[in-house]
């Protein structure tokens, strides 16, 4: 197995702050699933998703995991919400559920600095209920794919990433 760590979860809960915070503390780099597809596509997730549909997304996101798989390693990885559906991604390194509540996310997003910028970024947080329904569809799914959980729901940073270095 790649010596990767892959932060999954829920669109807000916080995938790509844990892996910056943990490059800076670690010997691992951080990158994360979308912005690679954005920089492949030259466009942003949203437009690719309006113009493209959800198929042709999942399929960037395979070939962004098979890329991962052939040529990354001791790096962390934060991937979209569904990324969990690529083929190989226990092949990508041990993967980590970030685990908060639905309503834990919400207010994680609405109570950043900027979070008019995150909503929006998040298009299906416009409807609640929708966004909720996803996330009842996926937290099942989340866990059994994990090779491991961790609960950040109303947990410092440090914290969080005191417990990923311990139990990755």
Not at 35 to 51: C, G, P, Q, T, Y
Not at 62 to 85: L, M, P, R, Y
């Amino acid at each position: 197995m790649k010596n990767n760590i892959i932060l999954i979860g829920f669109m807000g809960v916080g995938k790509g702050t844990l892996a910056r915070a943990l490059a800076k503390k670690s010997s691992k780099f951080a990158i994360d699933t979308d912005d690679l597809i954005e920089s492949l596509e030259n466009r942003k997730i949203k437009k690719i998703f309006a113009l493209e549909g959800e198929k042709y997304f999942r399929a960037l996101e395979q070939k962004t995991a098979n890329w991962i798989e052939d040529s990354v390693n001791n790096t962390i990885i934060s991937v979209g919400g569904g990324f969990f559906k690529v083929d190989n991604l226990k092949k990508l390194g041990k993967v980590i559920y970030l685990e908060s509540s639905f309503d834990g996310i919400l207010n994680r997003i609405l109570s950043s600095e900027n979070a008019e910028k995150k909503l929006k970024k998040r298009p299906l947080f416009q409807v609640p209920a929708d966004a909720k329904k996803l996330y009842n569809e996926r937290i099942t799914i989340y866990k059994n794919i994990a090779d491991i959980t961790i609960n950040v729901e109303n947990k410092k940073t440090e914290s969080i990433i005191k417990n990923i270095m311990k139990l990755a």
